[in-house]
């Protein structure tokens, strides 16, 4: 049973950090790509992040370009989102997802930009 638990989210003023990070279990952590999305009140869940299985190589929305960072650790089968600069905008539900399990989400983790 694939399971995905994020934790990390809280409560930041505009321009602050944080980091995110998303436990797994349940299949081969190291089998492929992770991502990081989020989902916005009212808005389509959106693709932020994604580091390939070896963690050699990173995308980016162009939202969050040269601000966050994504990691893995296929040892610890964990995935992380480092967020800085942030802003109201970035406000959303963040999700990880596994490539190979599409159809997988977990709960996500709450971040909220506010002064």
């Known amino acids: 049973q694939v399971q995905l638990l994020e934790s990390g989210g809280g409560l930041v003023q505009p321009g602050g950090s944080l980091t995110l990070s998303c436990a797994t279990s349940?299949?081969?952590?190291?089998?492929?790509?992770m991502s990081w999305y989020r989902q916005a009140p009212g808005k389509a869940r959106e693709l932020v992040a994604t580091?390939?299985?070896?963690?050699?190589?990173?995308t980016f929305a162009d939202s969050v370009k040269g601000r966050f960072t994504i990691s893995r650790d296929n040892a610890k089968k964990k995935v992380y989102l480092q967020m800085n600069s942030l802003n109201p905008e970035d406000t959303a539900v963040y999700f990880c997802?596994?490539?190979?399990?599409?159809?997988?989400w977990g709960q996500g983790t709450q971040v909220t930009v506010s002064s």
């Open positions: 997802h596994a490539a190979i399990f599409p159809d997988d």
């Open positions: 349940g299949f081969t952590f190291s089998w492929g790509a």
């Open positions: 580091i390939n299985e070896g963690g050699t190589g990173e």
